[in-house]
């Protein structure tokens, strides 16, 4: 767990530099999605679209451990997943830890990209 967390504070302390504090895993998760929509100029969300852009963010997510698999854009530009293999069933707290790996991961090839 010690290692865990020492992956996951340099991620947390980007974040929290960047929005001016320490944001919760809808706020990491809407990002996410936000950033594969590649749609930076659009400042307002319905309730809605928020939802869909954390779906997004967490399909791409587990697409990166063979969970979903990018089927294409719809004609407004939004991704579209197939899932691959169901998604383990796990408590809450394991499952926040499970995201938070694959949200490593994501800013770590980010990063590099």
């Known amino acids: 767990m010690e290692d865990f967390e020492q992956r996951w504070q340099p991620i947390e302390n980007m974040l929290t530099e960047r ?10 998760l809407f990002m996410i999605g936000v950033n594969e929509l590649n749609n930076f100029t659009k400042k307002k969300y319905t309730k809605e679209q928020k939802q869909d852009l954390m779906h997004v963010a967490v399909c791409t997510l587990l697409s990166q451990s063979g969970y ?6 719809d004609k407004d530009g939004w ?19 499970f995201l938070k790996e694959h949200i490593i991961a994501y800013f770590t090839d980010h990063e590099e990209a």
């Not at 929005?19 to 990491?28: D, R, S, T, V």
Request: net charge negative; no cysteine.
């Open 19 to 28: 929005f001016g504090k320490k944001p919760n895993m809808e706020a990491i």
């Open 68 to 73: 979903f698999e990018l089927e294409g854009l």
């Open 79 to 97: 991704p579209h997943f197939k899932e691959l293999q169901p998604v383990p069933k796990m408590e809450m707290e394991e499952q926040e830890v």
